[in-house]
């Protein structure tokens, strides 16, 4: 569905290194680097898409927008927390810690952060075993 998803950073060097430590337990490689961003994934792979994290094109600061969240899809529960983990090691901030959310179905376990730059990620691994049949 989608071709690459895009946030804005005021410090890219420090949105990198933050996105470089997340995207490599995520096995997504740097595809891109250029003066004014970066991006991981892939733009020739229809199935994987790229992130693409860099200054706004109009010049303005970076700023983040409310009720604006990226989702990223872990291979485990484990990998959830390895992601939460790494993002608070790198400059990232606490906004849920990795567990089980009932109230998104059965199946949901996602942690929560904030990049360096306020924008928020999920890290979300849907538990087959607990998937209903409805």
Known sequence: MFCYATLGTSDLAQASRFYDALMDILGAPRCWSGETGAAWGSFDDPARGALVVGAPFDGAPASVGNGAMLALRASSEAMVRQLHAA????????????????????????????????????????????????
Do not use: C
């Open 87 to 134: 993002a608070l090691a790198n400059g990232g901030s606490d906004e849920g810690a990795p567990g089980p959310r009932p109230q998104y179905g059965p199946a949901f376990f996602g942690g929560y952060v904030r990049d360096p730059d306020g924008n928020k990620l999920a890290f979300v691994f849907m538990r087959p075993d607990n998937v209903s049949g409805d």
